[in-house]
């Protein structure tokens, strides 16, 4: 009973002492970091061109691009 009590406070203690996640998704180093979430940024803004893609919405539009009314002149 003491030894869960004990692992179970170790556990709290470690995991409420740091702050985000246990492993780190970017790295340390300032210059690498930078570029890390450079081009995370780039893919996110990428995500919406990718969307159009899969659901065909970047098709060209066979519409004219004037009105007209279907008849004689």
Known sequence: ????F???????????GS??????MYSGDP???D???I???ENLRLI???WERLWLLDQPSH????RTHGGII
């Open 35 to 37: 570029k890390q979430l």
């Open 63 to 66: 519409m004219t691009p004037y």
């Open 1 to 4: 009973m003491l030894y869960r």
């Open 48 to 50: 919406h061109d990718e």
């Open 39 to 41: 081009y995370h940024s």
């Open 31 to 33: 210059g690498r970091r």
């Open 19 to 24: 702050t985000g996640c246990l492993i780190p």
């Open 6 to 16: 004990l692992l179970a406070v170790l556990l709290g203690t470690f995991l409420m």
